[in-house]
């Protein structure tokens, strides 16, 4: 099934009145479902809460809250006193007499190690049955953690081929993901971090955003896909967060140095540490710090006895982003490279540790004819001593750093006049213009060719 993607940056939302307070079925109620009927009714929606199993019916419908958390079963009361919120175990009765249906069943991990579908199709099967003898618009609105491509690929054409509607004509589709705290998930839904809503027509975004107003004026519209990754990459990014904090104290406990005292100095640095900064896919690091100070901190765990898993794999990680840069060469075909941009980073003639050497040294050993080009390069720039240093620090790219200065090409023109394919390593606007005006193809290491650039170039980006 093909929907529409819209591009939403380019769309101005206006609320729509009518939808402030639609009326709101929360299919699960268990952690998150039970959060989102009470906090929902708090913002004065209509709830008709959902689910199979008879208890949770029960207690919910009762204004008690089925678990453990802070301020759901006030909340909850509330909703049930002002009238606000009722249960049920029909669904499709609840789709017919609602707006919207908030979707929060379970999606546990399959027998294979997957995620386990069954739960979501079977309330897809009643929820189209629903919509089928629904007049009006509905909108649907995911809110469990599914692989990419769940909603629009498994979920959707369930609710289409049942209800023998169009999703995206005849009700929307959203992806909303799901991002409260457990413990403070309350808290959290009146004051969230973000609110993401993905989606696939602007009315159904439009209402979304009406729904959350109350609490959040600027939710963040985008594709389902994209929301759906979101909501995967802030809980690895969490756990990574965790493992590399518990990785430093068991690296400073033997040192004898007070892990706390240095991630409360960690933490302060917003500029670099906590920030955007670094958090962009793109090309392996490099340069004369990054990676001789991860090997130090390996060495010293290994000296020390201590087990650091995620901090002694960067390099293979940081290895497996030069392949993939070679792969991707490789597979062009080509046997002219011209490379734009050498040094480790852009405003630097510094080669130590510069990973697109590797590349350079991989495809020169293909028999390929690599040609590079560096702004701040030039053939009068001394860098036999960091070729030494290339030297020293790979043996490997021994070969590359003996030949690297007849490899370097001065004039940009004639580089990319000569090359089957280009490979660039540095963002401005000098190699922009330079492979527009080439026409040839790109491997963009470092997204100089964004999306929403019309492509006057075949590009290959590495992450995207
Ligand atoms: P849960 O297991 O506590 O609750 C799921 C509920 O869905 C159960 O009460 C079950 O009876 C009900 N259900 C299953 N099939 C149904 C059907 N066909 N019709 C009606 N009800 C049905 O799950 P949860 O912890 O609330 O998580 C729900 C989803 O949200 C999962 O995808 C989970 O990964 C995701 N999520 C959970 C959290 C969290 O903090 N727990 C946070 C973010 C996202």
Redesign the pocket.
């Known amino acids: 099934m093909e929907l529409k993607k819209f591009d939403f940056t380019q769309v101005e939302f206006v609320p729509s009145p009518s939808t402030q307070k639609a009326r709101i079925s929360v ?8 959060v989102s009927t009470a906090c929902l009714s708090s913002l004065g929606h209509e709830v008709v809460g ?4 008879p208890q ?1 019916i029960a207690t919910v419908g009762r204004g008690e809250s ?2 453990h958390e802070q301020d759901l079963g006030d909340t909850l009361r509330a909703g049930v006193v002002n009238g606000l919120i009722s249960t049920t ?1 029909n ?1 499709s009765e609840a789709v017919q007499d609602t707006d919207v249906t908030f979707i ?5 991990t399959a027998a294979d190690g997957g995620c386990d579908y069954s ?1 979501i199709k ?2 897809a099967r ?1 929820m189209g049955l629903g919509l089928r003898n629904k007049a009006g618009f509905h909108v649907f609105a995911m ?4 692989p990419p491509g769940t909603t629009l690929n498994v979920m959707a054409p369930i609710i289409e081929k049942v209800s023998g509607k169009v999703a995206g004509r005849d009700f929307g589709i959203c992806f909303n ?6 413990g403070v ?1 309350i808290a959290d839904f009146h004051n969230p971090p973000k609110t993401v809503i993905g989606a696939t027509d602007l009315r159904s975004a439009d209402i979304m955003k009406a729904i959350y107003a109350p609490v959040d004026t600027t939710p963040i519209v985008t594709t389902i896909e994209a929301a759906e990754m979101v ?1 995967y990459v802030d809980n690895v990014w969490h756990a990574t967060k965790v493992c590399f904090a518990n990785e430093i104290g068991r690296l400073c406990k033997p040192l004898d140095i007070d892990s706390h005292e240095v991630m409360d100095i960690f933490v302060q640095d917003t500029k670099l540490n906590l920030s955007p900064y670094y958090l962009r896919p793109g090309f392996a690091y490099g340069g004369s710090c990054l990676p001789k100070e991860v090997r130090a901190v390996a060495h010293m765990a290994k000296a020390a006895g201590v087990d650091l898993p995620m901090i002694a794999n960067l390099d293979r990680s940081n290895a497996a982003q030069i392949k993939q840069a070679i792969t991707m060469a490789r597979a062009t075909g080509a046997k002219k490279i011209g490379v734009l941009g050498l040094a480790f980073k852009p405003g630097t003639d510094d080669l130590r540790e510069s990973p697109i050497l590797d590349v350079m040294a991989a495809l020169k050993a293909d028999g390929i004819s690599v040609k590079g080009h560096d702004l701040a390069i030039t053939a009068e720039t001394p860098i036999h001593a960091q070729l030494a240093y290339v030297r020293h620090g790979n043996p490997g790219l021994t070969e590359l750093a003996q030949d690297l200065p007849d490899m370097l090409c001065g004039d940009l023109e004639l580089l990319t006049d000569e090359a089957e394919v280009l490979i660039v390593c540095h963002a401005n606007d000098t190699y922009r213009d330079a492979i527009k005006a080439s026409g040839k193809p790109v491997i963009d290491l470092v997204r100089l060719f964004p999306e929403s650039d019309p492509k006057a170039v075949c590009v290959n980006g590495i992450g995207w």
Not at 104 to 108: A, F, K, Q
Request: proline content about 8%; aromatic content about 8%.
């Open positions: 299919v699960g109620l268990g952690y998150v479902g039970a959902v689910d199979l199993d949770k089925p678990i175990d669904l929060s069943v379970g999606t546990p739960y079977a309330a009643c809110r469990c953690s599914i993901p799901e991002f409260l705290r457990e998930a909501k």
